[in-house]
């Protein structure tokens, strides 16, 4: 049975185990998701060459499902972990030692890999848009790029692309949150009571079925703000972040750090993951398939010329009610997929443990490696499923072989994973 924990007479943290195998993986497995996200992107039919480095001759109506159905939750599930880790480690260490560790985890690599990436990823981007370009030989190099990408060579409008890093900066952003905001909530809830109620409220709900639909609730008014038809925005240009990501990414991270005060609240999780799973399921089943309708009719209308423009009113409506519904399957996708892993991945597992390890090197620099073999396949005119594996099979040979060899003994190993394991 599930109860809420006062935090005065909580079990000490001393008491808990120091590895969290199940959660280990639900990050692991969230950030691998990402890369096969990003790996499919040139194959998706609403993802045009000029939001992507290359469009691929081939596509496939399943692709454009994966690519939206992954979207619902990969990266709510990581902001929750990240947040349960965050008051685990704040907790553990205090104020000071979780300011360093964050430092040393987050922000290091933020500020050491983004010029990196950025540089590499643009050179990419404009070849990919060379290739694809006109094939009008009176246009130069540049002409071609400047054709097809303009946006993405102009550093006056993407010098602050954080791309995929985006969710480093936000991890940054609500951790230094934590470190203003902890010592005044304490201050003013200096008994714990308000913290107790608001833990026995999550308790109780993690004990019901509908709980997760019931946290939906929270996630409106951020899935609201949102401005396209994809579900959440990506929040990847800017230091300022956009609001309605950075308060719903922040809730799923707070989601987190209350499921750390109360060390058998995550059985809920496993308890009602199949129920959340079938919920979940439906309700992506329908977004999808109005999303995929809604596309293809729009890319239907612009071939025939038959493009009405929609009323404003009625769009803004429609908007409001499919994310709405994003919301509650948004919620309920996390709470299976936390579900899940907690059920079937709790024990120690060898592999798990080196995959969680490995995990962050493999996304922070898997962008331009996915989108080189991407770009070299895009023209080749043979079935997608043949394509897939001369993209994967390549890009994560390389991944994996320079964290094995370049980062798991190195001095890069302890930026990543706190410490340097022996070449073996």
């Known amino acids: 049975m599930l109860t809420a924990t006062n935090p005065q007479t909580a079990p000490s943290l001393s008491a808990q185990s120091d590895r969290f195998y199940a959660l280990d ?43 939206y159905v992954a979207h619902v939750f990969r990266m709510q599930a990581f902001f929750v972990i990240a947040g349960y880790f965050a008051h685990l480690l704040y907790h553990r260490k205090g104020a000071n030692g979780f300011l360093q560790n964050r430092t040393r985890r ?51 409008d993407s010098f602050l692309a954080f791309l995929h890093l985006w969710f480093l900066y936000y991890l940054a952003l609500f951790c230094g949150g934590v470190l203003l905001l902890r010592p005044v ?46 579900g959440v925005d990506t929040p990847n240009q800017g230091l300022v972040p956009m609001w309605a990501p950075f308060v719903l990414y922040g809730l ?17 999780f496993r308890k009602y993951w199949r129920q959340n799973l079938l919920i979940s399921g439906l309700l992506i089943a329908g977004l999808t398939v109005f999303f995929l309708n809604l596309v293809y009719s729009i890319a239907s209308a612009s071939q025939t010329h038959h493009v009405q423009a929609p009323d404003p009113a009625t769009t803004a409506s429609i908007l409001l009610i499919l994310n709405s519904v994003y919301a509650f399957a948004s919620m309920t996708a996390v709470f299976a997929f936390i579900g899940f892993i907690l059920t079937y991945f709790d024990k120690p597992s060898p592999r798990i443990r080196y995959l969680s390890d490995a995990s962050y ?16 396949v895009s023209p080749l005119q043979i079935h997608w499923l043949l394509k897939m594996p001369l993209i994967f099979v390549p890009s994560f040979a390389i991944l994996f072989l320079t964290y094995h060899y370049g980062v798991r003994n190195t001095w890069l190993g302890v930026l990543l994973n706190g410490r340097r394991y022996p070449l073996k």
């Not at 096969?36 to 469009?55: K, N, P, Q, R």
């Not at 707070?254 to 809920?268: A, E, F, K, V």
């Not at 620099?365 to 989108?371: A, D, G, R, T």
């Open 361 to 376: 090197w493999l996304y922070l620099i898997h962008l331009p490696v996915v989108i080189f073999f991407q770009i070299l």
């Open 185 to 230: 909530v304490a201050r003013f809830d200096s008994f714990g009571s308000l913290r107790y109620g608001v833990d026995k409220v999550l308790a109780y709900l993690m004990r019901k079925w509908w709980g997760g639909l019931t946290l939906s609730l929270l996630i409106i008014l951020p899935m609201s703000g949102m401005k396209g038809w994809f």
């Open 25 to 67: 993986a639900v990050r692991a497995f969230a950030l691998i998701l990402g890369i096969f996200f990003h790996g499919v992107e040139s194959f998706v039919s609403y993802v045009l060459g000029s939001i992507w480095a290359t469009h691929d001759s081939q596509h496939s109506v399943s692709l454009d499902a994966f690519f």
């Open 106 to 156: 987050i922000l290091i690599p933020l500020v050491l890999f983004w010029p990196i990436l950025y540089t590499s990823t643009w050179l990419l981007w404009s070849w990919g848009s060379y290739q694809a370009g006109p094939s009008v030989s009176q246009l130069s190099y540049w002409d071609k790029v400047a054709q097809n990408l303009p946006s993405f060579i102009s550093f006056k």
């Open 252 to 268: 799923f991270f707070s989601l987190g750090w209350l499921l750390n005060r109360q060390p058998g609240i995550l059985d809920g």
